[in-house]
């Protein structure tokens, strides 16, 4: 099992890490900043740095077979480090940073579109989401406006952890019908964006986020595309 570092601190930028152990698929460490692809968020880049003054670099990161578990995936042909060895972990901070600030506002996206989310994938710069809503109901400019006036309005961003008990008896806070909240660990990790009068989002989530919505800064949105009779697929962009 490896310590999730950037669960509890999506700032972290870095680490002191062991090496637990490397093989053709990648290096598992004791403990890492490194996100794992997962819940439409891609997996970190970065690099490991060895005492010897080598660097490795990381060109992706996903998850592996067992729960907690993260697979650091080194560029193609580096040495793989023996376990043991003791490595500092450093993430491609700007890059993750821009992954937090979109992944965030598609939290706020989905607390402005009503009906079922049905899929979602986060990408350097842009952001999707596909709602469940029929004919052609949505409209770009007034979802641009709502969007960039919840992010302007600077609201709280912050972690919550509730029971498996208390998720199952919520089941409206599962906003997602493809992505099932990870379950089965006796509690489930939930993802809060605050209001003056209540959530503006509140629901099971275990990516990186931002810890004010004005850190998300200016988006708009790309496009609003028809994917299928009751599929509406809507692309956020970064304004600036
Ligand atoms: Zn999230």
Redesign the pocket.
């Known amino acids: 099992m490896t310590e999730l570092l950037f669960r509890d601190d999506a700032y972290l930028r870095s680490c002191e890490a062991r090496v637990i152990a490397a093989d053709e698929h990648g290096i598992r460490l004791d403990r890492t900043v490194f996100y794992p692809t997962g ?1 439409g968020q891609p997996g970190d880049t970065g690099r490991l740095r060895l005492a010897s003054g080598e660097t490795l670099a990381i060109v992706d990161t996903v998850k592996g077979a067992g729960p907690d578990e993260v697979i650091h995936v080194p560029a193609p042909g580096s040495a793989a480090p023996l376990a043991g060895t003791e490595v500092f972990a450093e993430i491609d901070w700007e890059r993750r940073h821009r992954l937090m600030r979109m ?2 506002c ?2 706020l996206l989905c607390a402005v579109v009503p009906g079922a989310v049905t899929g979602g994938q986060v990408s350097d710069g842009r952001g999707r989401l596909d709602f469940d809503v029929p004919g052609s109901s949505l409209d770009k400019e007034a979802i641009t406006a709502r969007l960039n006036e919840l992010v302007a309005a600077g609201h709280p961003v912050a972690p919550r952890w509730i029971t498996d008990d208390e998720l199952a008896a919520r089941p409206e806070l599962v906003r997602t019908m493809s992505v099932k909240p990870p379950a089965g660990a006796g509690r489930v990790r939930l ?1 809060e964006v605050a209001g003056p009068d209540g959530n503006i989002d509140l629901q099971p ?1 275990g ?1 990186t ?1 931002i810890r004010n919505t004005a850190e998300i800064g200016p988006v708009t949105i790309a496009k609003i595309e028809n994917k299928g009779r009751q599929n509406r697929r809507i692309i956020v962009a970064f304004a600036q």
């Open positions: 819940g992944h965030s598609l939290h993802m989530c990516g986020h």
